[in-house]
């Protein structure tokens, strides 16, 4: 009973009107490529595909799940058929070089696809979305010999990819990765180890599947400075790159998981795998760090995906259920009741569905512009501009993955609740976008990861607060510009006050951290979801700012549309950005009020 | 792979140190039968069978589901046994009365039992929770020989009961029920339409099920003045309570929900079925809503429920899982990482919900002591006794039901979260528990209803802010005690100043309202959380000062288990509290920024 439609208007309104991409573009080496008429129709014909190919297999996909027979997976039906259907377009490769088969678009529209397709079906979505990842990888790290064996390949999407990190004894803390990879006289290593919840580590989909595989050499060192990156195909390719022998990873099982039921997951067992090494021995760690980045970005990108289709299909029951009368007077006088879209508390959990999804789509699309910076850096393989770029993104990661994702979790709540008992009927599919968002703030690195990341290492260790006062010093100047536009007072003189507390507070932390280190992750939280909001608000301002120019310069036949992002803007700093202050108070309480209780004393059962 | 061990150390604290429930039974006429080496005994008795007979089935139960065929509901293996233990410790009639078969003992025990049970096994405790809300109806409307004829066998749990009041068309909106009842020459009723979601509505765990139904006669006002209400048995009884002839109801089909899925969620389809009228025609609704207050308290306890369970199963966890180094030091230089309670942001997710676990637990067991008061005034036939104490519960029952039920649903997500991605495999059971949480701000009147409920309804029409004031003197009376207690002065004075705030903003509210009647439900949600939080504080603090005088008296062989009750507090006031800011700020927000925008506006998709 889902249905979707790509917000176009919106993502319109944002690279054109807000961020003004085809200026960005002309920066970029592959910018020509993206003209207006060519944007437009990538745009569309994305849109169609999710619409009509995506959607009306998203919840027939979860309710039959994959399928598991001896060590072989079957994706539910109609997702072979779609995958096929993405290939022959070349999604896969819009923004990968024309050397390798692909579009040379650039990257911030393969993020936009991303979120068009994640939006209409997010596990199916996981199967291309992984293999970006491993192309990635290979773009970055492969030797020639690598990427010609395999870029054509993947880029096409007749191959698939997988990245494993993940072992039973450890997700995050890759120290204690335990695989082994044993050299062999041919240059090559062969693989042993178990790796767990490796998504799309086994389908039907392709022909083949190229894992990325975190292992430890022989003589590696302990902890995350001994481990190596390898690439590892499920069918060893031959020279013309034709699929050969069966290679020793097998898939064990696959999980039986609260949501994402057609996304596989899976246990891929490596037994004397044949690999090679991707990039320097050792070096694996810090080559999945400049790679988290994007993939942390994808992954804020499902926040979105899930705030969007809750709200889209909350909105039209909103419209039709009839409860009660208005508290202002009856709105439907010819019915029995109102539709419950007019009262307050209904229309507050729709209005936070939509200033979540269009404020976090404005979050992604600004950091997308470096991921265009980096994608180009990665071709001509200019290490120093990656790193730039990269560092620069770095600030926007946790946050994007962090704080969207917890409001994808909370969107998809409101989304439920405004069904009433109908939000946890199945066959309705709201609790499906709820099942399936939960899953976002616990892999590629939990929330409380992500903000350790945020105020320990890029806040605090790396730059000791500059990150902030550089952000809120553009805010700032940003704000000034319209200190003296009435229309924009609200917004500014709020966003200025926050500026100045987010200030005052990474600078108490700074403080409060020289004695008590565990404040950092006392605070990370709460310091994690204040940036969230802050910098959401920063973003409605702007939307707000460019919907009043357009309204005022008149002409424009959409007046309403900007109005209604006026409303928002207004809505989410009267009812949201207030959130602000708890975080405030709590993160600056005393980390003792978390440290102070023995291990042996949280619960006194026996 | 869930465990659970009933909190009896936590529950004797709140019913012996905290409230002193001995004195307070000393004013019931029941009161002596609960002395305290039979509450002892009750309480063990239902914690073991809680732990060693229902948890058990709680995960298989949910993996096997309720089967429907053909009209005939099966529940899940092990279902039925356990219900019949059930029903030999005569533990369904534990308060009522003796002359119905019943043990006579206060009814908070039967609350404090539904959360033993509810703990461990929510879906299973619905079917004799369903029950209760039958027999509690009975009780105070049925007519004599109704009471005969039903209470007998319902009090035993030899047949189970339902509420019958949801249909397609309108949940909370009664006032749009359709099934009609028509008269008889018998003086009986037939009743035809369709009920939806109707809990327990079917079932193989009992001979009967005594279904009570709200129906429209056909002379009857429109609305919900018009509404009256009938006992519907499925197989309708002799005189002697035998069941005789299989009555006109039928079970249409079973819903596919996201939890709860051992609870059979019912269409029922009645199609002149044989009915008798209980009570007056055209006053079901008042006998709704008086029986209302206790039954949401029931749903409240749901989230005290799935707090406890979530908050039991993330410890081990926490307590077992490695990873990194804690930022103060490592803690276990022998192990490969250390544990992650270690961290203080998965210490702030514990404390989270232990600080949600006992603090709702105090608040419920507070409540509790007006479910005894009016359940004596049920048997005592006292009406005016009876809305004497309603009125008193009617305060806290939006608050227990909305506020607590909202604190399940976050409690079980950090319990997710502190698994990391395992907190997402069925396996774990930490999903089933986020899945199981999810129902209960949707039913029973969801949030929005019960945020309603207490601002518009009891503290501004009914009170005109009374009920804040009266509340806050009290707890303005028990900090001025403490004013001068230097281990309490943290405490005193956060709520002193959340007293004030709180009175500000609910004058704030009513003038408000005054010109703009869409403040009520536009401030609504917000207004109901900040009073949970402030509420929760004062229980929090009323804890913190029972443990700190146990251990100055010194001679306890529990200091720990003390110093852990003042620790939580300690988190609660640094990190929880901190919440009624951003809400205060947003309640009295303009309802403007939720009212402006057209309901055309919301999205622009086309």
């Known amino acids: 009973m889902l249905t979707y439609k790509a917000p176009l208007r919106d993502i319109k309104f ?32 994305i849109a169609d595909f999710a619409e009509n190919v995506l959607m009306p297999i998203y919840q027939s996909g979860d309710a039959e799940g994959c399928h598991f027979d001896n060590g072989v997976v079957t994706t ?167 699929i050969g022998e069966r290679n020793g990873v097998s898939c064990g099982s696959i999980e039986h998981k609260m949501g994402i039921s057609s996304s596989a997951t899976c246990v891929l067992n490596f037994d004397e795998a044949v690999g090679h090494l991707i990039g320097e021995p050792n070096k694996g760690l ?45 709105k439907d006088p010819e019915k029995v009741a109102d539709a419950i879209i007019n009262h307050a508390d209904v229309r507050r959990m729709l209005l936070t569905q939509k200033a979540f999804a269009e ?27 990656f790193e730039k770029w990269d560092d620069k993104l770095g600030f926007y990661t946790p946050i994007i993955k962090g704080f969207l994702t917890e409001l994808g979790i909370e969107s998809a709540k409101h989304g439920q609740q405004i069904y009433g008992g109908h939000g946890y009927i199945k066959e309705w599919g709201m609790e499906l976008i709820a099942r399936d968002a939960r899953i976002a ?25 500059k990150i902030i006062r550089d952000y809120t010093s553009n805010i700032m100047r940003w704000c000034g510009e319209y200190a003296l536009d009435k229309d924009m007072r609200k917004f500014v003189w709020a966003l200025t006050k926050l500026c100045a507390e987010w200030n005052t507070l990474t600078v108490r932390l700074m403080l409060i951290a020289r004695k008590d280190r565990e404040i950092i992750s006392a605070a990370s939280d709460d310091f994690l979801m204040y940036s969230g909001y802050v910098m959401m608000g920063y973003h409605w301002a702007r939307m707000a700012a460019v919907a009043h120019e357009k309204i005022k310069n008149g002409g424009t036949e959409s007046e309403e549309f900007y109005t209604a992002k006026i409303q928002t803007a207004e809505f989410y700093f009267d009812k949201i950005l207030t959130r602000t202050s708890g975080h405030a108070e709590s993160m600056v309480a005393p980390s003792e009020s978390m440290t102070a209780m023995k291990i042996e004393s949280f619960a006194f059962l026996d």
């Open 14 to 45: 944002l690279i054109n009107d807000v961020f003004n991409f085809q200026k960005h573009y002309k920066d970029l080496d592959n910018g020509e490529n993206a003209d207006p008429e060519t944007v437009d129709m990538i745009l569309q014909s």
């Open 76 to 242: 539910p039906k109609g997702f072979k058929e779609a995958y096929q259907q993405f290939v022959e377009g070349g999604w896969q490769g819009i923004s990968y070089p024309e050397q390798y088969g692909g579009m040379n678009l650039p990257m911030s529209l393969n993020l936009i696809k991303s979120e068009i397709i994640g939006t209409a079906n997010w596990p199916w979505s996981m199967y291309p979305g992984l293999s970006t990842g491993c192309i990635n990888t290979l773009m970055q790290y492969g030797n020639d010999e690598q990427k010609e064996t395999y870029l054509h390949k993947l880029v096409a999407g007749s191959w698939a990819g997988t990245m494993c990190l993940t072992e039973p004894q450890c997700g995050t803390d890759l120290g204690q990765v335990k695989s082994k990879a044993i050299p062999q006289e041919d240059g090559s290593y062969k693989l042993s180890g178990t790796k767990i919840f490796i998504s799309s580590g086994e389908h039907d989909l392709t022909e083949n599947i190229i894992h990325i595989v975190l292992a430890r050499l022989p003589d590696a060192p302990e902890g995350t400075r001994g481990i190596s990156l390898f690439i590892v195909p499920k069918f060893l390719p031959n020279a013309e790159s034709e």
């Open 286 to 330: 810090k080559a999945m760090f400049t790679f988290m980045n994007t993939a942390r970005i994808g992954t804020g990108i499902e926040g979105l995906a899930h705030t969007e289709l809750s709200f889209q299909n909350a909105l039209p029951y909103a419209k039709d259920r009839r409860s009660m009368r208005t508290l202002s007077g009856v």
């Open 359 to 385: 404020g976090g789509r404005s979050m992604i699309y600004h950091a997308a512009r470096y991921a265009d910076k980096m994608s180009q850096a990665v071709v001509n393989g200019d290490e120093a501009e």
């Open 441 to 465: 703030t616990m892999y590629e690195g939990t929330t409380g990861i992500q903000a350790l990341d945020l105020l320990g290492r890029k806040v605090l260790l790396q730059s000791k607060g």
